[in-house]
């Protein structure tokens, strides 16, 4: 299926990092550094209370802003929640079922089915994360635990919702393990997901919706993954708290965007 129609996007989670003053030094430096991204769709992550400032900063350049999570529910006596309602002023993707959100705090595919409702309805795209553990690889249950998290997901996305989505494919036993994913591997998963949604939602869904890899994606190997013809960009962690390393990621995906275009 190709490529050549999907914007490539290279989105950084900064996780549980920055300061306030290194939040503001980094988005500033990303924004300097990567101002020749016409081709490449750039999004920040930055922890919940520097949001605001980030959204204002950012504002009027390529760059957007999203979030790392949000609650399952609407509003209410839920105290520590923040409501996506509340991030739809100021971001345009939230992240929801990244795998330390699954792992550590215990959220099931059902939550994240909720929370993935919750975006869509005020207005903001989801960065859908799935993939699986090592024991699971090893045991070759690598498609049918990435299919059983998109099955669902799928409870809540309609038609008209799924061209939007996007699909982040995290293995897990790849993440700061030193053991990362091979291309190949990538795309297998990341072709199985495209193929999934496209026979659920059609093909004109399946051909929009962008697929990205999220998996010690760094400046030096980005490059092989985004030539994959089903990946369509990075979900990155730590590498995005360096603005040299983020911005070369950046520039693979515009030389792969291009050279996709020009086939």
């Not at 498609?143 to 995290?170: K, M, N």
């Not at 697929?211 to 400046?219: E, I, N, P, R």
Request: glycine letters at 10%; charged letters at 20%; aromatic letters at 8%.
């Amino acid at each position: 299926m190709t490529s050549h129609l999907r914007r490539a996007l290279v989105a950084g989670n900064w996780k549980m990092h920055t300061a306030y003053e290194e939040a503001v030094h980094l988005a500033r430096e990303v924004a300097t550094s990567c101002s020749d991204a016409s081709d490449v769709e750039v999004v920040l992550i930055p922890p919940f209370p520097w949001i605001v400032t980030l959204a204002e900063l950012v504002r009027g350049s390529m760059l957007s802003v999203g979030a790392q999570n949000c609650s399952v529910y609407e509003r209410g006596a839920y105290t520590g929640e923040v409501a996506a309602f509340m991030l739809a002023p100021f971001c345009r993707y939230v992240i929801v079922g990244h795998s330390e959100r699954r792992h550590l705090f215990g959220e099931t595919d059902e939550i994240v089915a909720a929370k993935l409702a919750r975006v869509f309805a005020h207005g903001m795209t989801p960065i859908l994360c799935v993939g699986e553990r090592l024991e699971e690889r090893e045991a070759g249950q690598t498609l049918a635990v990435v299919e059983r998290q998109l099955a669902t997901a799928a409870a809540s996305i309609d038609r008209s919702q799924a061209g939007r989505l996007v699909v982040a494919y995290e293995p897990v036993w790849a993440i700061g393990t030193g053991r990362p994913a091979t291309a190949a591997d990538a795309q297998e998963v990341a072709r199985f997901i495209r193929g999934w949604l496209t026979e659920r939602y059609g093909e004109r869904a399946g051909r929009a919706l962008r697929v990205l890899y999220g998996g010690s994606v760094t400046a030096d190997n980005a490059g092989t993954f985004f030539s994959e013809p089903d990946i369509d960009g990075a979900l990155v962690g730590g590498a995005s708290l360096d603005a040299a390393q983020f911005c070369g990621i950046v520039g693979a995906a515009r030389v792969v965007a291009r050279a996709k275009k020009g086939a």
